[in-house]
């Protein structure tokens, strides 16, 4: 005959060994990191979003056009959410979403952005209120408003920068002085939010296959460029020249592979260069040297080689140091 009242016993147990089974695991497992990925459709930001969702990061993928947003909201560990870092209304109502998801948010990836080019002399004030509005006040709006949760999560904030931001090249002087501000904001911000916890690094990619440029060379056709009527025609002409096949460049890879980097190290540089050539490198390094020689030569506060070799010697020490951890 069968004893009803062991069953019941054995069927408690086994109720009980399953819900042990199931906190046990559910301990285990970290949970899922949110990042929130600004200027998403396409480019460098795109690729940014697709790598980290991939790599088992939620992604709250930003962009202004509804079938990016639903295009984006298809991928796996991926939501598109309309998003224009120039309109405090949009930025409002995502900072309530993330809060609403309950997911939290570990890091921000202020990647919107846009390109002018053109004389410095000759390039209209209209144009600058454009590319700031994007370039420096979208990165200063969006961290404001989601340095709450930043700050909760102790999270990460990365500032796509340029090489641009490093060193001005001609006709991208514009350019330059929006990426150029973007150094100073990622420096500044990294020792504010780095007393709470918050990591803050820029990244400096090289040309990499993106609409940016392209964006741009459509805009100055339709604003009716002419190089003729420039002060400097043939500067002004050989400008008009960068307007050609974007695709030419490679896909922005290692700007993802830099963003993880600092997503899943525990102390982030505070930059990382992201070239698409390793020629380009090479450049940076030779302008950045350049400066400090300019800096320490024929100065009131002379410094000689040996002097500059020992500064050298002990920031490649900091820096290798900094690897090891």
């Known amino acids: 005959m069968i004893n009803i009242r062991n069953i019941n016993l054995w069927l408690q147990l086994a109720i009980l060994v399953t819900l042990i089974s199931s906190s046990t695991l559910a301990a285990a ?8 990925v600004t200027g998403a459709n396409s480019g460098i930001g795109r690729t940014i979003a697709y790598r980290l969702a991939a790599e088992g990061y939620f992604v709250y993928a930003g962009a202004r056009k509804k079938h990016d947003i639903e295009t984006l909201s298809a991928v796996e560990n991926m939501q598109g959410l309309r998003l224009d870092v120039t309109n405090q209304a949009d930025i409002d109502t995502a900072v309530k979403l993330v809060r609403a998801e309950g997911r939290g948010l570990y890091a921000l990836v202020n990647n919107a952005g846009v390109v ?12 600058l209120d454009f590319l700031f509005d994007v370039n420096v006040y979208g990165p200063y709006r969006m961290v404001k408003a989601f340095a709450p949760l930043l700050v909760d999560s102790k999270g990460r904030v990365v500032n796509i920068s340029s090489m641009a931001g490093i060193m001005s090249p001609p006709a991208y002087g514009v350019y330059s002085m929006s990426k150029h501000a973007i150094e100073a904001f990622t420096d500044t911000l990294a020792y504010e939010l780095g007393t709470v916890g918050v990591g803050v690094s820029a990244i400096e990619p090289g040309p990499f296959n993106s609409n ?29 020249t960068l307007c050609g096949d974007t695709t030419q460049y490679p896909e922005p890879g290692p700007v993802a592979d830099a963003v993880l980097q600092v997503l899943t190290s ?24 350049q400066d400090l020689a300019d800096l320490s030569s024929g100065q009131t506060y002379n410094f000689t080689r040996d002097e500059l070799m020992g500064m050298l010697d002990d920031a490649l020490g900091d820096a290798e140091a900094s690897n090891d951890d």
Do not use: H, W
């Not at 497992?29 to 929130?36: D, W």
């Open 29 to 36: 497992t970290p949970p899922q990191k949110a990042v929130l």
């Open 116 to 127: 002018v080019m053109g004389l410095l002399a000759e390039t209209d004030e209209s144009e």
């Open 212 to 240: 940016a440029a392209a964006s741009n060379c459509e805009r100055r056709r339709k604003q009716g460029d002419n190089a003729s009527e420039s002060l400097m025609p043939e500067l002004a002409a050989e400008i008009a």
């Open 266 to 289: 525990d102390k982030p540089k505070a930059r990382y260069l992201a070239p698409s050539d390793p020629r380009q490198a090479e450049f940076i390094a030779r302008s950045i040297l």
